[in-house]
T-cell receptor, first 110, second 111 residues
Framework: SQQGEEDPQALSIQEGENATMNCSYKTSINNLQWYRQNSGRGLVHLILIRSNEREKHSGRLRVTLDTSKKSSSLLITASRAADTASYFCATGGSNYKLTFGKGTLLTVNP | KAGVTQTPRYLIKTRGQQVTLSCSPISGHRSVSWYQQTPGQGLQFLFEYFSETQRNKGNFPGRFSGRQFSNSRSEMNVSTLELGDSALYLC??????????FGPGTRLTVT
């Protein structure tokens, strides 16, 4: 069963615009991670935020975590065509497994 | 540092057959996890191994099994293949079971 649910399911923007994706989850977590997947290939780890953190930055990525609302958001600033991919949130608990959402398909139009 | 490698990359099998997929983790990573990805169910956790021990298992039937060797390489086996087993099988390695590094996957087609 899916723990995380991404919203929206699909997002289409122009190059240079910002993209925001949201993730909601149901149970308590140790950490939340975001991954990117290009067209049926392996996933690439983007960023990890621990349950005691509220915000984290990595280059053009900004992730927030609100454990009271059981939600997270991923912001990609100044998007590029190369950012076109599916983005997944994954929650990590104490049981050594990641539970993924169904993903947001981001299309960045040049 | 070399990434996670998975072999084979593509596989076509017939219903009822069995298949073994292989994963070589990043050097120094002792945790290996396996996931199944399908359009309908998304990414689903199969199992995780650490130092040759299975630490966690997802909700898959017993036809799905795995193992890890002393060099951290891992294999997963699916017996008595069904059409619904057609999927992208992803392996991920981790040093600490948090950030996971994925291989390119093995695309299995069952006919």
């Amino acid at each position: 069963s899916q723990q995380g649910e991404e919203d929206p399911q699909a997002l289409s923007i122009q190059e240079g615009e910002n993209a925001t994706m949201n993730c909601s989850y149901k149970t308590s977590i140790n950490n939340l991670q975001w991954y990117r997947q290009n067209s049926g290939r392996g996933l690439v780890h983007l960023i990890l935020i621990r349950s005691n953190e509220r915000e984290k930055h990595s280059g053009r990525l900004r992730v927030t975590l609100d454990t009271s609302k059981k939600s997270s958001s991923l912001l990609i600033t100044a998007s590029r065509a190369a950012d076109t991919a599916s983005y997944f949130c994954a929650t990590g608990g104490s049981n050594y497994k990641l539970t993924f959402g169904k993903g947001t398909l981001l299309t960045v139009n040049p | 540092k070399a990434g996670v490698t998975q072999t084979p990359r593509y596989l076509i099998k017939t219903r009822g057959q069995q298949v073994t997929l292989s994963c070589s983790p990043i050097s120094g990573h002792r945790s290996v996890s396996w996931y199944q990805q399908t359009p309908g169910q998304g990414l689903q956790f199969l199992f995780e191994y650490f130092s040759e021990t299975q630490r966690n298992k997802g909700n898959f039937p017993g036809r799905f099994s795995g193992r890890q060797f002393s060099n951290s390489r891992s294999e997963m086996n699916v017996s008595t293949l069904e059409l619904g087993d057609s999927a992208l099988y992803l392996c991920a390695s981790s040093k600490d079971s948090y950030e996971q590094y994925f291989g390119p996957g093995t695309r299995l087609t069952v006919t």
